[in-house]
């Protein structure tokens, strides 16, 4: 049982992670930017080029692909509900508890939301 607990706590906490990270920060520009291979792949050139156009530094990365790109996986990686659920299913699989999974998806957007709602504050 505490096997099982720790798991859904190790899940949640991680899919929470990924959430501030990709949905509040430009972090796999900063450190792609300057991989080329990185850097043309993941559109990276592209991003930089439209804030050096329009100046626009307030536009995330990822919210820069949901608004220029439209195919099934930039929607996916876009929404963090629909990203969550499969962060935190490879998460349980990983951690071998797949019954936690939707007790960790919860907890995790519950996180998420707390620390949206206090970082939007700030």
């Known amino acids: 049982m505490e096997n099982n607990f720790s ?3 190790y899940s949640s906490f991680f899919s929470t992670f990924i959430f501030i990270v ?3 920060t430009n972090v796999i520009v900063e450190y792609c930017k300057y991989l080329p291979f990185f850097k043309e792949k993941l559109k990276i050139k592209d991003y930089l080029d439209y804030q ?3 100046g ?3 536009l995330l990365y ?3 692909l949901a608004s220029t790109y439209n ?3 930039i929607k996916l990686i876009s ?3 629909c990203f969550g659920f499969w962060v935190n299913l490879i998460s349980s699989l990983y951690l071998s508890n797949i019954q936690g999974i939707f007790i960790s998806y919860t907890i995790s ?3 998420y939301t707390i620390f949206k709602k206090n970082y939007d504050t700030i």
Do not use: M
């Open 7 to 9: 798991s859904i706590i």
């Open 22 to 24: 990709l949905y509040n």
């Open 52 to 54: 050096n156009l329009t």
């Open 56 to 58: 626009d530094t307030t």
């Open 62 to 64: 990822i919210q820069y």
């Open 71 to 73: 195919n099934f996986f």
């Open 79 to 81: 929404c963090p509900l």
């Open 109 to 111: 957007v519950i996180l």
